[in-house]
């Protein structure tokens, strides 16, 4: 028996992961389903976005399938992205993306580093307030196992990897991302290998988007690119994601956000967090059930009504699949 955590969080996450729970529910597999909070609306209510007991169950469990979080967009203090701890007291370092429109020949996995660059928290304020500084941090172990994860996933899939940088510019940092790439592909001979600078990887996605089948990059490069991905697929609503390390728990989340211009109005796609739910029964071993609501889900348009969606897959779920 695996032991989920159900985190619906801000916005539409308190109608996507109740959807994406109700899709896994007609499959009868072996999950326990523990619900737990976070988000701004609980900081909001007990001044921490990720409560201990929320952090206590996660750390007790096999997976977690979290909603999504509405970050303001000015510094609350004492706030802090329920996700982005998560990710860094897990060192779920590598967060994989799919992206997928078999027709239009689109089929690619971006995976982003998930725990510096960027995105690392070292900003600061000098010069009375007149200049904002942001460290981009890019170590080399950071760099080594996120680029042999990558390498792992495109041996499963066609066996093409990019390696997406600006190192051109960005030369000590993106330079030692680069570095560091090359030698780790060395150790999988079978590999097509290639680079690509972050700007112009961006124009091939749009021009060429067949060309690419796993991308790996820093994680602000990352996040844009895997948007990209997703409008070019339809859209964040169809987008999943999955934030996984070296043990358990893993965690899984749609890429959209809490969009709280829809929320409460019944209209949010479920779709990407029910996709994300199929990235979690892969991570748990129910790979046949995962592949089950891929197929489904892509082939399931959302009808502007999120019960209807998910009740239109969930009918497809019982008469297709077979334990």
């Not at 996605?205 to 070019?232: C, H, K, Q, W, Y």
Request: charged share 20%.
């Amino acid at each position: 028996m695996s032991k989920v955590v159900l985190i619906n969080g801000d916005g539409i996450g308190q109608e996507v992961i109740p959807a994406a729970r109700a899709v896994l529910t007609v499959l009868n597999l072996p999950l326990e389903f523990l619900e737990a909070e976070a988000g701004f609306g609980t900081f909001e209510k007990t001044g921490n976005a990720l409560p201990l007991e929320t952090l206590e169950m996660c750390e007790s469990s096999d997976a977690v399938l979290f909603g999504a979080t509405g970050s303001p967009m000015v510094k609350v203090e004492g706030y802090q992205s329920p996700i982005l701890t998560l990710r860094r007291h897990f060192d779920l370092f590598a967060n994989l993306r799919p992206a997928l429109l078999p027709h239009q020949g689109i089929d690619m996995l971006i995976v982003r580093e998930n725990t510096e660059g960027l995105y690392s928290r070292r900003e600061r304020v000098e010069d009375n307030g007149q200049t904002a500084i942001a460290e981009r941090v890019i170590t080399a172990r950071a760099s080594e196992r996120i680029v042999r994860v990558a390498c792992e996933q495109a041996m499963q899939r066609r066996k093409k990897l990019t390696l997406v940088h600006k190192a051109n510019v960005l030369k000590e940092t993106c330079g030692l991302f680069r570095q560091i790439g090359w030698e780790i592909v060395k150790d999988f001979p079978e590999l097509e290998v290639d680079e690509v600078l972050v700007d112009a990887a961006a124009m091939f996605m749009v021009e060429n988007p067949g060309r690419f089948d796993v991308m790996v990059t820093t994680n602000l490069f990352g996040d844009i690119l895997s948007d990209l991905a997703a409008g070019l697929t339809g859209g964040l609503g169809i987008a999943p994601s999955a934030n996984v390390g070296a043990k358990k728990p893993a965690v899984f989340e749609p890429v959209h956000g809490s969009a709280p211009d829809i929320a409460g109005r019944g209209v949010a796609d479920p779709r990407a967090a029910i996709l994300s739910a199929a990235m979690m029964l892969d991570f748990l071993g129910h790979m046949t059930a995962a592949e089950t609501i891929r197929r489904i889900t892509y082939a399931t348009s959302h009808t502007g009504d999120t019960t209807r969606t998910t009740y239109t897959i969930i009918q497809q779920l019982e008469q297709q699949y077979v334990r």
